[in-house]
C-alpha cells in the first residue's frame, strides 16, 4: 500500500505534522471487504487504547446523573464516528450504569454509516450520513459533543471550523480524543499492531495516522485560550471544551 511501505521500511523524524498524507481507507476506491473489516476492527483497537470508558465514567457520566436528576435524558453527538463502535460503547455504559442517554452518530462518508448501521445498532444510537455543518444549519444541539480519531484527519481550517461547529451544537461539554505523534507511539505501534490487526486497514492506516496526527503543542496552538489540551496515556490527546461551568 502505497504509504505503508514506506511507514515500515523507515525510522521516521516524525519532527513535523505530515498533514497531507492520505489514509488508505479514505480513498474513494479503497476495497470494500477490507473496509468493511477495518470499521469492525475499530472496536477492538478503540478497546485497546483509546480510553473512553474511563473518560465516559469520569466526564459524562456525571453530567448525564445530573440531566436524569431533572427528568432529561443526556444527547451526546458523535462527529465522524466512522463505524460507531464508540456510540454503542456509550449506550452500553450508560446502561450498565441506568443512566439514561441518546447518542447519534454522523459521518461525511455513507459508507461508515452503513457498515454502523450494520455492525453496532442500539435502540440507544443512531445514525446519520451528516457533516456537523448541517447540524449547525439546521439548528440542533446537544448536550455532549465528542469525536474519536477525527482530528488528525483534518487541515487546521478544518480543525478550527469544526471547533466552531461544536460550540454551535454543545450545551456542556466538548470532547476530542485523538492520537499524539511521538515517536515512541509510532514504534510501538508498527511493532504491535500487524501481531493484532490483519485483513484490514489498521496497521498501514495506523502509521499514517500518527505521523498525520499533533503534538500537544501543535494543537494547543491552534485552538482558543478556553479550550484544553490534555495528554492522555497511552499515545493520546484530549481536547476539552467545558461550556457550563454549574
Given amino acids: 500500500m502505497r504509504s505503508y511501505d514506506h511507514a515500515m521500511n523507515h525510522d521516521l523524524s516524525l519532527e513535523h505534522r505530515e498533514s497531507d498524507l492520505i489514509e488508505e481507507m479514505d480513498r474513494p476506491d479503497c476495497d470494500p471487504v477490507l473496509l ?8 477492538t483497537l478503540n478497546r485497546l487504547i483509546s480510553r473512553w470508558p474511563l473518560i465516559f465514567d ?9 440531566m436524569n436528576h431533572k427528568g432529561r435524558k443526556l444527547s451526546v453527538l458523535d462527529i465522524g464516528c ?14 450498565m450504569q441506568e443512566l439514561e ?12 454509516i452503513t457498515c454502523a448501521r450494520q455492525l453496532n445498532s442500539h435502540h440507544q444510537v ?7 455543518e448541517e447540524l449547525v444549519q439546521r439548528g440542533d444541539s446537544y448536550d455532549v459533543v465528542i469525536s474519536n480519531h ?5 487541515q487546521e481550517p478544518e480543525l478550527q471550523n469544526l471547533c466552531r461547529n461544536a460550540e454551535h451544537l454543545a450545551e456542556e461539554l466538548i470532547l476530542f480524543n485523538d492520537i499524539r505523534r511521538s515517536r515512541l507511539g509510532y514504534r510501538l505501534f508498527r511493532s504491535l499492531a500487524p501481531l493484532l490487526f490483519d485483513t484490514s486497514y489498521i496497521v498501514c492506516d495506523g502509521l499514517t495516522s500518527i ?3 499533533f503534538t500537544p503543542g501543535e494543537l494547543a496552538s491552534l485552538l482558543p485560550a478556553e479550550w484544553q489540551v490534555r495528554p492522555l496515556a497511552p499515545g493520546r490527546l484530549m481536547v476539552i471544551r467545558e461550556l457550563n461551568q454549574m
Fill in 36 to 43: 468493511f473489516n477495518t470499521y469492525r476492527q475499530f472496536q
Fill in 82 to 95: 466512522g463505524g460507531g463502535d464508540v456510540c454503542l460503547m456509550m449506550a452500553r455504559r450508560a446502561a
Fill in 58 to 66: 469520569a466526564l459524562i457520566a456525571p453530567i448525564a446523573r445530573r
Fill in 126 to 132: 443512531q445514525f446519520r450520513h451528516h457533516h456537523s
Fill in 150 to 154: 477525527l482530528l488528525h484527519h483534518l
Fill in 211 to 213: 505521523r498525520r496526527s
Fill in 101 to 112: 442517554i441518546t447518542v447519534t452518530g454522523v459521518d461525511p462518508d455513507e459508507r461508515a
